[in-house]
């Protein structure tokens, strides 16, 4: 089984910048895409960023230019660089990996908790 925890989140001026991160611990064979998305409060999830194991990525109009999203494989981990932060940018962002926890499994997806990003003066 795969553990993902985030760490990051906080409450941060508009203008300012937040890097959040992502460990995947436990069980891992491989990893394939790595993504973040959030969740503002009565809106439905969204797609923030992602990256493949190619390292291509994908971005939400509403984040292209300001987010930057990373990865380590050695650590297992994603990154989301977030910068000039806009109040619309509030939400708890959950970060997600397509993941084999043995050879033989099959590929699925796994949730981190979600950590809370608030941008406010």
């Known amino acids: 089984q795969v553990q993902l925890v985030e760490s990051g989140g906080g409450l941060v001026q508009p203008g300012g910048s937040l890097r959040l991160s992502c460990a995947a611990s436990?069980?891992?064979?491989?990893?394939?895409?790595m993504g973040w998305y959030r969740q503002a409060p009565g809106k439905q999830r969204e797609l923030v960023a992602t990256?493949?194991?190619?390292?291509?990525?994908n971005y939400a109009d509403s984040v292209k230019g300001r987010f930057t999203i990373s990865r380590d494989n050695a650590k297992n981990t994603v990154y989301l660089e977030m910068n000039t932060l806009k109040p619309e940018d509030t939400a708890v962002y959950y970060c997600?990996?397509?993941?084999?926890?043995?050879?033989?499994?099959?590929?699925?997806?796994?949730w981190g908790q979600g950590t809370q990003v608030t941008v406010s003066s």
């Open positions: 436990g069980s891992i064979f491989s990893i394939n895409a």
């Open positions: 997600s990996y397509n993941a084999r926890d043995k050879f033989y499994s099959p590929s699925r997806n796994y």
């Open positions: 990256i493949t194991s190619g390292d291509m990525t």
